[in-house]
């Protein structure tokens, strides 16, 4: 049987929906409201969540980012949490017959850092969770400042990071002075709080054809292997209506 390895690197709010705690801290109803408006798990901008919350963005991302890991242990797991395996897992297709992947596991915190009894919980959730898919999981504390091009593509094949457009400003300009990097990356089709307006003729007809997401691509990053994930992976899970009542039958 043929193997290959994979090594996923992950920031840990995209397996916990941190967002979400952040709308309780603020505002205990506001989760209530977006999801009731439908509004939760379908934005494009993380802005409807401070708005709600009645918040302004430097005290939302401030808090985010101050108050992580307290948010972190109130935070609700992701869509993602259940699908990133086969989301990453390419030989789960057909044309690959007999064929599997050896994966490992990094989970990182990018802001503040676990101590030690909640890393080993964190450490033993993980395991268990994964149990039987990753032959090993590690938790590292690196901020987004030196998870640069050069240090991803040494150690890891896939980066999944929520504030992708963050990551970007830190090492926009040296993303076009090295070699095309050799991991894929994995983000959320969420846009920055900043609104992004095209009043170029060509840019307009390339977003009509296709979308902004591409765009940004085409503009930004055309020699990078970016997946885009549906904004509800990165939301907090709801188990569909077939497994709740599977699960009051057991």
Not at 54 to 60: A, F, G, Q
Not at 103 to 111: A, D, E, G, Q, R
Not at 190 to 216: C, G, H, N, P
Request: hydrophobic residues 35%; contains cysteine; charged residues 30%.
């Amino acid at each position: 049987m043929a193997l290959s390895e994979r090594h996923l690197l992950v920031d840990i709010d995209m397996l916990f929906d941190v967002r979400y705690a952040e709308l309780s801290h603020f505002a205990p109803e506001a989760g209530v409201v977006l999801l009731h408006e439908g509004k939760y798990f379908d934005r494009e901008r993380d802005s409807v969540l401070y708005s709600t919350a009645k918040v302004d963005d430097k005290t939302w991302w401030g808090t985010y980012k101050d108050r992580f890991i307290s948010l972190l242990k109130d935070s609700p797991i992701t869509f993602l949490m259940h699908n990133i395996y086969p989301l990453t897992n390419d030989y789960l297709e057909d044309n690959h017959p007999g064929q599997s992947v050896v994966k490992k596991l990094t989970i990182n915190v990018p802001y503040g850092r676990l101590d030690d009894e909640s890393y080993y919980e964190l450490k033993e959730a993980l395991s268990e969770h994964f149990m039987g898919y990753f032959e090993s999981i590690n938790i590292l504390h690196i901020p987004h400042e030196k998870l640069d091009l050069q240090y991803i593509s040494k150690y890891y094949s896939d980066y999944f990071c929520y504030r992708w457009y963050d990551w970007m400003k830190l090492h926009y300009e040296t993303l076009d002075k090295g070699l095309r990097p050799s991991f894929r990356m994995w983000w959320p089709r969420m846009l920055s709080d900043v609104e992004f307006e095209a009043t170029d003729r060509r840019a307009k007809e390339f977003i009509k054809q296709t979308d902004v997401y591409e765009f940004f691509l085409y503009l930004h990053l055309p020699a990078f292997e970016i997946h885009w994930l549906d904004r509800f992976q990165t939301c907090f899970y709801v188990e569909s209506e077939q497994q709740q009542k599977q699960e009051a039958s057991e």
